[in-house]
């Protein structure tokens, strides 16, 4: 598909207008496929290598305790598909939602910011006007996945703008779209629609895909790593500002002596 991201942003409804409860959705058939863009090779073969070796370096920093806060996690494998270790740049984000812990955007805790590789990447989108220069991304997470690794269904959190997109490496994984997606088992899931993400792809979500439908990541059958790209709300990004827990990497984050 070809760009139409910053028309689609613009011309957004606002949420208020959007369904606020199961319910609501239930009794609402809509196209869990509106506003998605796939854009295939963003990427070179060699320059998929070249990303996939910074990420791996930052992996291993991450691994080795040398990223700054909440910067990488590795959560226990506590049930089937729960496993992947993630790196996160720009803000920290709760993943975890319950009465006691609330789910977005934390601008108190630590994290690294961008790395030259992440930022020449979302450089690179907005030149050849895959994303509108308005809303470049400020942040990234990068998801690592093991074989038999899945993301659960979930809408991503409106502390971020519309559009956001996905990068995919290493393996060709599916992706599912739906209304209410089903879990007949942990990491096994039942969908509307599915959309190969090829290596090198670029899946840009906004619209009805970004908003109303869920998506998740099957377990995958090989490793896979994707670099989802998104833009803070301005509150967020001023908080973090002003409290100073974003924290720069060394050498632009290929060179790691410990960083507090």
Known sequence: AGPGAEEHWESLPGLHQLPT????????????????ELHQNVLSTRE??????????LLE???????????FLQPPR???????????FGCAYEYRNSVDIKHGIKPELVVAALPDCLQNLVDKLVREGVLPAAIAPDSAIV???????????????????????????????????G???????????????????????LLVLQGNGADV?????????????????????????????????LRPLPNGGMSFAGIP
């Open 143 to 177: 998801n690592v996945y093991g074989r038999g690794d899945a993301i659960p269904p979930h809408i991503d959190h409106h502390d971020f703008v519309r559009p956001f997109c996905t990068l995919s490496l290493k393996s060709e994984q599916p992706i599912f779209f």
């Open 78 to 88: 506590t049930k089937a598909g729960n496993g992947r270790r993630t790196i996160q």
């Open 48 to 57: 998929q290598a070249e990303l996939l070796e910074n990420i791996n370096t």
């Open 213 to 245: 439908a869920q998506h998740c990541v099957p377990r995958v059958t090989a490793e896979r790593v994707s670099v989802t790209l998104r833009r803070m709300r301005p509150v967020f990004r001023e908080e973090i500002e002003r409290k100073g827990t």
């Open 61 to 71: 920093a991450g691994m080795r305790k040398q990223l700054p806060g909440q910067t």
């Open 21 to 36: 409860n199961k319910r609501e959705m239930a009794q609402t058939t809509i196209d869990v496929l509106e506003g998605l």
């Open 179 to 201: 209304q209410a997606i089903r879990i007949p088992v942990p990491g096994t899931f039942e969908a509307d629609a599915e959309i190969g993400l090829p290596c090198g792809s």
